[in-house]
T-cell receptor, first 113, second 114 residues
Framework: GQQVMQIPQYQHVQEGEDFTTYCNSSTTLSNIQWYKQRPGGHPVFLIQLVKSGEVKKQKRLTFQFGEAKKNSSLHITATQTTDVGTYFCALGMNNNAGNMLTFGGGTRLMVKP | DSGVTQTPKHLITATGQRVTLRCSPRSGDLSVYWYQQSLDQGLQFLIHYYNGEERAKGNILERFSAQQFPDLHSELNLSSLELGDSALYFC?????????????FGPGTRLTVT
């Protein structure tokens, strides 16, 4: 089945620095979702992208879907300690019988105050 | 708070035993999903139920089974437990079937097999 690869696995940044995580696939993706999981918490939905070249913003977070729909990125401007956690991209698949999410391996973000 | 509840929060049991994890979806959601999160395998989809029917299966072992009841709560049964089954088990719920909706995750059940 389709897989999504995420890089980097870990990222340490100083508070105030920017952060970017990338999600890549060898095949065209119908959609991509992004989730955040705080330490000790559960995944929380951030956004879904479906259109080629789509860019969406949520305050300091910018999400992009590649023109070829084979990659996506999440960029955080001026990180804060509240941004700490693991960011996952996930491919949503629906075959009219059922749905599932295939998650990337995640990028763990650590922010030094 | 996502509105999805899971019990118990923690479970410690021995190899060979059987456990049941319980999940109640958000009010109005008909779909329930189960995921396993372990350090080496990441977040893996196990199974999807919609309105009481099994709809999609992922990498779910034969020793694992699930069901969704008429009141829409779901149970994941894990039997003949092995050390490698130690993981966080998440339940998630979402809306209608014929569309890819965001999923709302519960707080998880941490299973430790000793």
């Amino acid at each position: 089945g389709q897989q999504v690869m995420q890089i980097p696995q870990y990222q340490h940044v100083q508070e105030g620095e920017d952060f970017t995580t990338y999600c890549n696939s060898s095949t065209t993706l119908s959609n991509i979702q992004w989730y955040k999981q705080r330490p000790g918490g559960h995944p929380v939905f951030l956004i879904q992208l479906v259109k080629s070249g789509e860019v969406k913003k949520q305050k300091r977070l910018t999400f992009q879907f590649g023109e070829a729909k084979k990659n996506s990125s999440l960029h955080i401007t001026a990180t804060q300690t509240t941004d700490v956690g693991t960011y996952f991209c996930a491919l949503g698949m629906n075959n009219n019988a059922g749905n599932m999410l295939t998650f990337g391996g995640g990028t763990r973000l650590m922010v030094k105050p | 708070d996502s509105g999805v509840t899971q019990t118990p929060k923690h479970l410690i049991t021995a190899t060979g035993q059987r456990v049941t994890l319980r999940c109640s979806p958000r009010s109005g959601d008909l779909s329930v999903y189960w995921y396993q999160q372990s350090l080496d395998q990441g977040l893996q989809f196990l199974i999807h139920y919609y309105n009481g029917e099994e709809r999609a299966k992922g990498n779910i072992l034969e020793r694992f089974s699930a069901q969704q009841f008429p009141d829409l709560h779901s149970e994941l049964n894990l039997s003949s437990l092995e050390l490698g089954d130690s993981a966080l088990y998440f339940c998630a719920s979402s809306g209608r079937l014929a569309h890819i909706y965001e999923q709302y995750f519960g707080p998880g059940t941490r299973l430790t097999v000793t």
